[in-house]
Each structure stands twice: as C-alpha cells, then as structure tokens.
C-alpha cells in the first residue's frame, strides 16, 4: 500500500524457540536443546539490510521489545529500567544515535 511504503518496519519473531532434531524441533520447554534460542527478521527503512546471521551475539526477549520501541522513537528502558539494551546492529545509526540523546 503506497500509505505504508518507505515508513513501515516489520519486526517477525516467535514466543519462543523450539528443539534443533528432527523429532526435537517439533517440541519446546527448558528440557528440550534449542528452545531456548529463537529468531527475529527485521526489514524496513529504518533498519540496514544484514541478510541472514547465523553467529550474531545472544538476545533476550525484553531486546525485541526495545528494538521495536526505539523504532517508534522512545526508550524502552525509561519505562522498564531494568530491560535489556535495543539490538543496536538492526538499528540504523541515526536511530542509535536518538536514544543516546534521550538517555542523557
């Protein structure tokens, strides 16, 4: 829809992660290998294009939610101090740079 096209982000993820086997994957919980891992696409104009990473660093859930609150503008942080940091390398650097400019 050209209303959405240049300003729309779209954040993709699950709930959770499930198992790496090929009887595992169709499984989750804490005693299940690789449910606690899990995937997130990003894509849109305020995001560069990394294509698919296979060996980028560990996130937690409250990232995501971050993320996507600084893709809106504000501070996911000011509202839950405790929070984990927004995944700086999917944000591009002019975005990084307004939330340093909040925080301070």
């Known amino acids: 829809m050209s209303q959405y096209r240049g300003t729309t982000t779209f954040i993709i993820t699950a709930d959770h992660g499930r ?4 009887e595992d994957w169709k499984d989750h919980g804490e005693k299940v290998p690789g449910a606690e891992e899990d995937w997130i696409a990003v894509m ?7 294509g698919e ?6 996130i937690a859930e409250n990232q995501i939610a971050a993320t996507i609150t600084a893709l809106l503008g504000e501070d996911y942080r000011a509202f839950f101090p ?9 944000l591009k650097p002019a975005a990084v740079k307004s939330l ?3 925080r301070k």
Request: net charge positive.
């Open 19 to 22: 198992g790496r086997g090929l």
């Open 100 to 102: 340093d400019a909040k």
């Open 82 to 90: 405790g929070a984990g940091m927004p995944i700086a390398d999917v």
């Open 44 to 50: 849109g104009p305020d995001t560069p294009a990394l």
């Open 53 to 58: 990473r296979k060996q980028s660093p560990p």
